[in-house]
């Protein structure tokens, strides 16, 4: 039974909608689609010598910034206010996430892991892929890389040598603009794992593809409240949809895996429609950083030495 060990909001008709004038509706209503098909005409049609790595950089940047000042201005709820504190402890992990596990990444991430075992086992890569429309490869690398994420994240669920890691995003207890950075460096690092090594593509199909990511993926960790479409809400994640999941409840905790495309839950049977106010674990615990970066290790310690620690030795009987 989902909400009964915190209360959560099930169903779409039952979420509140953005108050306001009819210039305030609009704008949300209609920000979501309008940025996700802006970045898409602009990586589409920008010329070679601006559609480059550095420029998405700096695009991400300034979006997340843009996206900083609406959760000031239409704050989805007053508990998920950003202060100093989490602000501090959220720019820890993005510095983190732009340095040492990029550097990581380089030498031991998926990318080079499949490119190791294609020329040990002399395996081509599918480079049919790059004949492919511009905007169909920018889909297939975003459809591939979250279909990966779907599993992994639901797997970090099942199986609990990878929840060790995965519990501490868990911890968090407010969703806004930096908290998808927000982890145990072991956890980030697998999040990333993916198959698009496989494939070849051209440079800007990856560079479109993230930008559907970033105007999609964005929002699961926002405190904005929108009036998103029907059919967006019904194809995408939103940050109704992840809240649930870092609900106080258990069970709604369990559902809505995906990072992008909520559909794909659709699929498979785990996602549920709603959202929740009061988020993390134990009771909406905030766990400082020095424990997110051990917790999984001491954990996973405790948990070793009492399976497998010395049991007492029987009494013999009289």
Not at 165 to 179: A, M
């Amino acid at each position: 039974m989902i909400g009964t060990q915190s209360p959560v909001t099930i169903g779409w008709e039952n979420i509140p909608k953005v108050e306001g004038g009819p210039i305030k509706q609009f704008v949300f209503t209609w920000f979501q689609p309008t940025v996700l098909f802006a970045l898409i005409a602009f990586w589409y049609y920008a010329p070679n010598s601006i559609a480059k790595t550095s420029t998405a950089i700096g695009i991400g940047i300034g979006f997340k910034v843009l996206l900083m000042g609406l959760e000031w201005v239409n704050p989805r709820y007053e508990s998920w206010r950003l202060t100093w504190k989490e602000l501090v402890t959220d720019l820890f992990y993005v510095g983190l996430g732009y340095t040492l596990l990029r550097m990581v990444d380089q030498y031991i991430g998926s990318d080079v892991i499949i490119e190791n075992i294609q020329q040990s086992m002399h395996w081509d890569k599918f480079a049919w892929f790059i004949g492919l429309p511009l905007l169909v490869q920018a889909l297939m690398i975003s459809l591939i890389f979250d279909f990966g994420q779907y599993w992994m994240h639901r797997a970090m669920h099942n199986w609990y040598p990878l929840w060790l890691p995965h519990s501490v995003h868990h911890y968090i207890t407010q969703l806004n603009i930096n908290k998808g950075a927000v982890g145990n460096p072991v956890e980030l690092f697998l999040i990333g794992i993916g198959i698009g090594g496989l494939f070849d593509f051209v440079p800007r199909a990856a560079l479109l593809a993230g930008a559907i990511g970033l105007a999609i993926g964005t929002y699961q960790h926002i405190n904005v409240r929108f009036n998103s479409p029907r059919w967006w809400r019904f194809l995408f994640n939103t940050t109704e949809h992840h809240s649930l999941h870092h609900s106080q409840d258990y069970e709604a905790t369990r559902s809505n895996y995906s990072n992008t495309y909520i559909f794909i839950d659709r699929i498979f049977g785990t996602c549920i429609d709603g959202e929740a106010e009061l988020l993390g674990m134990e009771g909406g615990r905030r766990m400082a950083i020095r424990e997110q970066m051990t917790y999984p290790f001491t954990e996973g310690w405790k948990t070793i030495k009492e399976r497998f620690g010395q049991r007492p030795a029987a009494v013999p009987a009289e």
